[in-house]
């Protein structure tokens, strides 16, 4: 897809909701499809809207933007956690998740933490690995008869 309009990330909103459960939603049903079945798509990308609006507030979030054009969204929790870092499925590979990373470590070696940590799909570990984040291990999350493999992954700020 080409661009024309300069990629930039801002501080969620409130108003941004409905736009970062679409991304959400689209990133897991196009996207990490490749490395999950039906079932595990179907799982992961169910969202409780009251919920979220709850969650990103209740943490940083930032918003990477093509123009006015949400494109991807992040999050950091106090203790170091990047809990969610998703890119709308036409906008892969372009450094909208870079930025986004980029705006995350930010935060944190202004907050003094010692080190970023994630749990990484299948379909996220290389863009981690590629930018210094090291694997702890895999492991299975969700509910019985629902599970997904992911990693623990690390990146060490100072």
Known sequence: ?????PLSVRAYRPTDLDCVIAIFV??????????YDAAQIEGWAEVDRQRWAVRRLSRPTWIALFGQKPVGFSDLEPDGHLDMMFVHPDHQGVGVASALLAAVEAAAGAQ????????ASITAKPFFA????????????????????NFRMEKRLV
């Not at 897809?1 to 309009?5: E, L, Q, S």
């Not at 689209?26 to 490395?35: C, K, L, Q, S, W």
């Not at 003094?112 to 749990?119: K, V």
């Open 1 to 5: 897809m080409r661009r024309t309009a």
């Open 26 to 35: 689209g990133a897991i049903r196009e996207v990490a499809a490749r490395d």
């Open 112 to 119: 003094g933490l010692p080190r970023i940590f994630t749990e």
């Open 130 to 149: 590629r930018r210094g984040f090291s694997v702890l291990g895999p492991q299975l999350v969700g509910a019985p008869g629902l599970q997904l493999m």
